[in-house]
């Protein structure tokens, strides 16, 4: 092997190193890169995840504080409710004594 063989070889093996490196280089790249738009892509969804959670949290506290606002007047209602039952339970009893009154009142004159 002469001089010119031997520097055409050598050319040759450091232009294949050189394009096997590029090579691997631009397919590393490929598969692991984001890019700018992308990367602003993810700043912005996560901005919009974040967000979306504030909101879900927000309504969970002003679903809770409801329900529970809606808890008291639904004891209140039912406490009235008692209270307007046992008021009729009475007023019935006190009718039912003055028709019985009534009765022995016609019945002894």
């Given at each position: ?10 050319a ?5 190193a050189?394009?096997?490196g ?46 529970g ?10 406490a009235e409710?008692?209270?307007?039952m ?24």
């Open positions: 092997m002469n001089r010119t063989e031997f520097i055409a070889a050598t040759v093996i450091l232009m294949l050189f394009a096997a590029w090579f691997t280089y631009w397919l590393l790249h490929r598969f692991t890169r984001v890019a700018g738009g992308d990367m602003g892509e993810m700043d912005r969804l996560a901005q919009s995840l974040h967000e979306a959670e504030e909101m879900r949290d927000q309504a969970i506290v002003y679903l809770e504080t409801r329900e606002e809606l808890m008291n007047q639904i004891a209140q209602t039912e409710l008692r209270a307007a046992e008021g009729l339970r009475d007023a019935r009893h006190e009718a039912e004594e003055m028709r019985a009154y009534i009765e022995r009142m016609h019945a002894n004159s």
